[in-house]
């Protein structure tokens, strides 16, 4: 079974015809049926193709068994965020000839569609993706299609989309459940949180039965952001939770997710109109998140805000920081912060007919397109206030009609 690909992969790549590389040794016809696994053949005679071919056969073997055992540890590291590790079997396997004529070519550009994912290389991974979205797969490998495609529309902040490439995963055939945590962050930015909470806590017990620790603080965030939102529990409590994930994230040195736990501490403070501390603490993640990146906008809009409600910087500092926010929402191509920049500005400049003249026809259309439904509930509120104070009754009436229908 391997001999005949082996041999076919290496005749072809050294220009020899069949006739060629079976001169004294066996027929062409017998060479054709040897490369199909139409027939058997003798130990003597793949040893003398071998010879021809410059090759060990039992090296090629051993190389071609190998990269089964190689494909699920990468799979492993890129779950476990191993990132050395997962870099280092990226460099292996993308040497690794073999691996496009062996049963598991699919998966490994599934795997390294989601390891490209895992670079923040986007382009990449949807230009593997399309294609194999045609390709005949196995139910893992479909599986597996899923949920990139579900990592892809979360990155892309395309929740509705997210969730339902994710709810195609037939999770009998495609065990791998950390998707339960993709799905978790699909359904908390959908506005559903009795789902999000329910997979995240099977997330949290897949990630804690593997001891993928920097997954549970993951889950862990997500888990106490969904409680904040429905519980008024105690400040005392939830700080406590919020002081004991830094710790966590220090332990493991991952400063990526301290940022994301300072910019949820900040959202709390500023739930609670604490505007001075919420500012100072998505500053603290900002400091600490890649400049040119949408987590980096994220607090930027979110310092933004808390500096407008709490009049924390002059109105010439305030337009200043959303001017280079926009710019690099434009450089990024990242549209829901283009649209939230543009907001920011029209309003700081009292731009008060194009401010909403853009939300009611660019800004909220493209909110609701593209399930982003904390901005919808957020601007659908302004707007609807603001046609009832401008006397445009009609207007109100639709959106609220709107409004309501999207509870249910």
């Known amino acids: 079974m391997y001999e005949g690909k082996i041999i076919k992969f290496y005749r072809e790549r050294t220009g020899l015809t069949q006739e060629e590389l079976g001169r004294d040794i066996c027929s062409a016809t017998h060479i054709s049926k040897i490369e199909l696994g139409q027939t058997h053949f003798s130990k003597d005679i793949t040893e003398l193709l071998a010879k021809r071919l410059n090759i060990s056969m039992h090296e090629e073997i051993r190389t071609f068994k190998a990269i089964q055992q190689k494909l699920e540890k990468w799979h492993e590291s ?5 990132e050395e590790e997962a870099d280092s079997l990226a460099a292996e396997l ?3 000839e073999l691996i496009y004529i062996s049963d598991y070519n699919n998966l490994y550009k599934l795997l390294k569609a989601r390891f490209l994912l895992s670079k923040e290389n986007d382009p990449g991974t949807l230009k593997i993706i399309k294609k ?3 390709q005949k797969l196995s ?3 479909s599986g597996l299609l899923y949920h990139i495609w579900g990592i892809y529309y979360i990155r892309k902040q395309e929740y509705l989309k997210a969730i339902n490439a994710l709810k195609s995963i037939n999770s009998h055939t495609y065990q791998n459940t950390d998707y339960y945590y993709h799905l978790a962050i699909s359904y908390y930015f959908n506005n559903t949180d009795l789902l999000a909470y329910s997979y995240a806590e099977k997330a949290l017990h897949y990630f804690k039965s ?3 620790f920097l997954r549970v603080i993951d889950t862990e965030t997500l888990l106490l952001v969904i409680q904040n939102k429905h519980v008024q529990s105690n400040f005392t409590a939830r700080l406590k939770k919020y ?4 710790k966590s994230c220090e332990l493991c040195h991952t400063v990526t997710r301290k940022a994301i736990v300072l910019h949820n501490l900040a959202n709390d403070y500023f739930r609670m109109e604490d505007y001075q501390l919420a500012a100072t603490l998505f500053k603290d993640a900002m400091k600490i998140k890649k400049v040119k990146s949408k987590k980096y906008l994220n607090s930027l809009e979110g310092y933004i805000q808390a500096c407008i409600k709490g009049n924390l910087l002059t109105k010439d500092e305030l337009v200043k920081l959303s ?3 926009l710019a690099v929402s434009e450089e990024l191509k990242e549209l829901l912060y283009s649209y939230l920049f543009t907001l920011l500005l029209y309003k700081l400049q009292e731009k008060q007919e194009q401010y909403y003249s853009y939300l009611e026809e660019q800004a909220l259309p493209f909110f609701r397109n593209y399930g982003h439904v904390y901005s919808v509930n957020v601007y659908e509120k302004e707007l609807f206030f603001y046609y009832d104070k401008t006397n445009q009754l009609d207007k109100a009436v639709q959106l609220a009609h709107h409004m309501l229908s999207n509870q249910h």
């Open 210 to 212: 593997s001891n993928n």
């Open 139 to 141: 139910p893992y490998e």
């Open 243 to 246: 002081e004991s994930l830094i």
């Open 323 to 325: 001017k280079e926010g």
């Open 132 to 134: 194999l979205q045609n």
């Open 94 to 96: 993308e040497e690794s």
């Open 78 to 82: 890129i779950i476990m965020q191993q």
